[in-house]
């Protein structure tokens, strides 16, 4: 199936700032989303959509499409705090301060935590925009909601917070049953758009086969079909028609973007945020990445992210892995390659995806990206180094250890965790 939904999906830009629930009304995001599920039918292929069965090429169409509700733990935030430095003349009435200079205040932060669809934290409700709503970041799986502790009052601080949370707790209710009334009318709207599609199709071969001439059919040229993983929902797999055999199954390189993606924003959140994981260790922030990642993907057989052993963050389709993902320290390049080497040997499958998180507790973390970038090639599977993604997030190719011709994708994202934070698996690590 197509990737038609993605930009829609992916409309809020990872840590974006926004005015909660006042951007855009929920009937206006809803239209997008029924607009984006017709250019995707429209764009599916004639054999393709004539020889899939219909009722589950709307289920599938509504598995993709539905919007996830967001669900809020309002009553469990975590909080954290920094230092800002504000101008003079923007402190609350009062404040002994020279214009022009900046002051230091306490900002603090609380992190809810969300699944669901974070686009729905732009939309207002059809009743209406509540008023006085905070700006709030959605960054690693939190609402981040920052106030300032302008007076070192505590209570202060409390109250406010309980106000705000409050605030959005009626937004989000209200949203929350116009989601489930949009999800309920899904079905028929999918059908319809099926129905009218195949319609066409049909006229056309119809038309076609009238000419009465031998009709050339497409023949199968590919070799790697695509796994149809979607936000959240299970898929109901199409059946592929006669012409189109089954072969291997790999994630689109879009999905493996988005996921990567995702790591990367979940890792930057957790260095601007040590206290919050001072005391994990690596099954304990692999087990981040999974909750992180989890509620936005879902695979054909239900077994999205699977962890198997210790560290691991999997993808499997068929029996097999297609995607896989290793959560380590680092502890010097020797350790380095063998987790590379336990990643060859998890994928048997050509163009395989799989990434290592790699937190580094060394005081420095350049010299370990430096080592990444100039050492990886002496890995004896090494094939390309395609980019630099961003500041410790390095795209490489390797191939399978027996077998040159089936490769591999492999992402290195690092994160800086000093050694400061005391845990056992940090000790002596060399550089």
């Known amino acids: 199936m197509g990737a038609a939904g993605l930009p829609y999906r992916l409309a809020l830009a990872y840590f974006r700032t926004m005015h909660l629930f006042q951007e855009r009304l929920f009937a206006d995001a809803s239209r997008d989303v029924i607009d984006n ?45 920094y230092q800002k430095m504000i101008p003079a003349n923007q402190w609350p009435r009062g404040f002994d301060g ?22 729905l934290f732009q939309c207002a409700a059809s009743g209406g925009r509540i008023f006085g709503m905070n700006n709030g970041t959605v960054e690693g799986g939190f609402l981040e909601l920052e106030i300032i502790n302008w007076r070192n009052d505590l209570e202060e601080i409390k109250r406010e917070a309980n106000k705000i949370l409050t605030n959005i707790s009626i937004n989000w209710n209200q949203l929350r049953n116009e989601v489930i009334v949009f999800n309920q009318e899904l079905e028929r709207q999918a059908k319809q758009i ?16 009238s000419l009465g001439a031998p009709v050339l059919r497409p023949s199968d040229t590919s070799t790697v079909s695509t796994v149809p993983i979607i936000l959240k929902k299970v898929v109901v797999k199409s059946t592929a028609s006669s012409s189109f055999p089954a072969t291997e199954w790999v994630i689109e390189d879009s999905i493996y973007e988005q996921i990567l993606q995702m790591v990367h924003g979940g ?6 945020h040590p206290k919050v994981y001072a005391d994990k260790d690596e099954e304990g922030l692999r087990d981040h990445f999974v909750t992180l990642l989890s509620p936005h993907f879902h695979s054909v057989t239900g077994e999205t992210f699977n962890r198997t052993g210790k560290t691991d963050i999997m993808i499997r389709h068929d029996g097999k892995n297609v995607f896989v993902a290793e959560c380590k320290f680092w502890k010097g390049i020797r350790a380095f390659y063998a987790t590379i080497d336990q990643i060859l040997g998890y994928l048997t499958w050509r163009d395989s995806k799989a990434a290592v998180v790699c937190f580094v507790p060394n005081k420095e973390v350049k010299p370990v990206l430096q080592q990444i970038e100039s050492e990886t090639a002496k890995h004896p ?25 089936r490769s591999v994708k492999l992402a290195i994202l690092c994160f800086h965790f000093p050694s400061g934070q005391n845990r056992p698996e940090t000790a002596g690590n060399p550089v």
């Open 98 to 119: 020279r214009s022009g200079k900046s002051y230091p205040v306490q900002v603090i932060v609380y992190h809810v935590p969300y699944s669901g669809n974070e686009i």
């Open 381 to 405: 599977c090494f094939v390309k180094y395609h980019s630099k993604k961003a500041d410790g997030w390095y795209n490489f190719e390797f191939h399978l250890k027996d077998d040159t011709t």
């Open 37 to 81: 599920m017709r250019t995707e039918v429209e764009g599916e292929d004639s054999e393709k959509l004539l020889g899939t069965d219909e009722a589950e090429y709307v289920a599938y169409l509504v598995g993709r499409w539905s919007i996830e509700p967001l669900v809020l733990d309002i009553e469990h935030p975590r909080v954290s705090d």
């Open 194 to 209: 099926v129905q009218a599609k195949r319609a066409w199709y049909q006229r056309q071969k119809d038309q076609l086969a």
């Open 267 to 272: 890792g930057v959140s957790m260095e601007r």
